[in-house]
């Protein structure tokens, strides 16, 4: 069974930074294109980003661009999204989830979700 494990939320003052981490098991992440997404109350899921299988394909959404840095670390089994110069309207649950062809910007194109992990951006 595939199973995805987020970590690395948690409260943090805007301007500061955070690094989530999903972790796999079950499975080996490289056989995946590998997505976050996030989904504040309210408001629907929405895509943050992506990396292709090999790593060499990152996309992000326009409001995360030059904040955001996404990577992985196949020998791990593990993808990062390193976040700096975070924003109040960056509070959310974020969520990894694993696409088997690509990377997508739609909810449905992923198969596999974890159960997210908790960003509060306040002061």
């Known amino acids: 069974q595939l199973q995805l494990v987020e970590s690395g939320g948690g409260l943090v003052q805007p301007g500061g930074s955070l690094r989530l981490s999903c972790a796999a098991s079950?499975?080996?992440?490289?056989?995946?294109?590998i997505g976050w997404f996030r989904q504040a109350p309210g408001k629907e899921r929405e895509g943050v980003s992506c990396i292709s299988k090999s790593g060499k394909s990152t996309n992000y959404a326009d409001s995360v661009k030059g904040r955001f840095t996404i990577s992985r670390d196949n020998a791990k089994n593990t993808v990062s999204l390193q976040m700096n110069s975070l924003k109040a309207e960056d509070t959310a649950v974020y969520f990894c989830?694993?696409?088997?062809?690509?990377?997508?910007?739609?909810?449905?194109?992923?198969?596999?979700w974890g159960q997210g992990t908790q960003v509060t951006v306040s002061s």
């Open positions: 989830a694993a696409a088997f062809y690509s990377c997508s910007r739609y909810v449905g194109g992923y198969t596999d």
């Open positions: 079950g499975f080996t992440l490289d056989s995946f294109a």
